[in-house]
């Protein structure tokens, strides 16, 4: 397939582009940078509503992953509207551009995040679960609500609700290790938080999977089978590592460090399955956690 794809250099785009190169896809990068020497680079300016339908015009799939790190800075007002505008803005100028085209896509394979349910304790989450409360709800109702456009065009559109991503090339894990190996790591609060994690492989396996199977549409949670709590996470860390785990994080402490992300990131619970994937005969590589931790730190 011909695949346009925003967000190529991500984390889930560095590791998504390889397997499909390796998958003999021809891939067409959608970037704001200026100049990209970037291999079959498309520039666009979501900002400026600046996105030239004929240069994309014949994809047969598009894999959107764009948008503001969400936990690269305290969130101050004005950091929460570039987090909120660098997704919803973006999917609608995309989406729009695609209801336009005269060859539409086949599929669309568009990001979200698990942090669509909220703080939801114990409660098991599927893609037929409601939507939650606060920031980072807000913030992926108005993503997949902007995919409107392309879905009304007749174009089969699949919202991945993306867990924890457990890779060691960014993200969580790879801020845990440093002092998890000094032995300083230890659980989050009193731990009880639900953590739907995933590994690289099973995020990138997935949206392969998406790509083709014709029964997939909606949100989709990418999270493995088995979600484990705070507490079983840190503990299965430190194990794999062969270090102690007796250092909890206060909550009061990291609100004073994080502000209200600490709360969202850290704290908050969500127990996601998924629903669609299993049914759909996905075969995941990690269903559980401690195995995907041996391999991803080569332990």
Not at 63 to 73: K, S, V
Not at 121 to 133: M, P, R, V
Not at 143 to 171: L, P
Not at 263 to 288: C, I, M, N
Request: aromatic residues 6%; hydrophobic residues 40%.
């Amino acid at each position: 397939m011909r695949i346009l794809i925003s967000g190529a250099s991500g984390l889930i785009g560095s590791a998504l582009l390889p397997a499909l190169e390796r998958d003999g896809h021809t891939l067409i990068a959608l970037t704001r940078k200026r100049g990209s020497q970037m291999k079959n680079a498309i520039e666009w300016d979501p900002e400026r509503r600046e996105l030239d339908a004929r240069q994309i015009e014949g994809v047969d799939a598009v894999i959107h992953l764009a948008g503001e790190n969400i936990g690269g800075g305290r969130w101050t007002e004005a950091r929460k509207e570039l987090i909120l505008n660098s997704r919803a803005v973006g999917t609608t100028l995309l989406c729009e551009t695609i209801a336009s085209l005269k060859h539409k896509p086949r599929v669309l394979v568009s990001a979200s995040a698990i942090g669509y349910y909220g703080d939801r304790g114990s409660e098991t989450l599927t893609e037929a679960s409601s939507a939650g409360t606060g920031f980072l709800s807000e913030v992926c109702v108005a993503w997949e609500d902007a995919t409107k456009a392309a879905v009304s065009s007749g174009v089969r559109v699949v919202t991945t609700r993306t867990g924890i991503v457990q890779t060691v090339n960014g993200g969580s894990l790879q801020r845990m290790l440093l002092p998890f190996k000094l032995g300083l790591g230890g659980k989050f609060g009193d731990g009880s938080q639900f953590w739907s994690w995933i590994a690289i492989d099973d995020v990138v396996g997935a949206i392969q999977f998406s790509l083709v199977n014709e029964n997939l549409s909606g949100p989709v949670n990418l999270a493995a089978p088995y979600p484990v709590t705070n507490a079983e996470f840190t503990r299965t860390l430190a194990s794999v590592l062969r270090r102690p785990a007796f250092a909890p994080m206060p909550r009061f402490l990291m609100k004073v460090i994080l502000g209200e992300m600490a709360d969202s990131l850290l704290f908050s619970s969500a127990k996601a399955v998924p629903a669609k994937l299993r049914q759909a005969g996905y075969q995941f590589h990690y269903t559980e956690l401690e195995p995907a931790l041996r391999t991803l730190l080569s332990r």
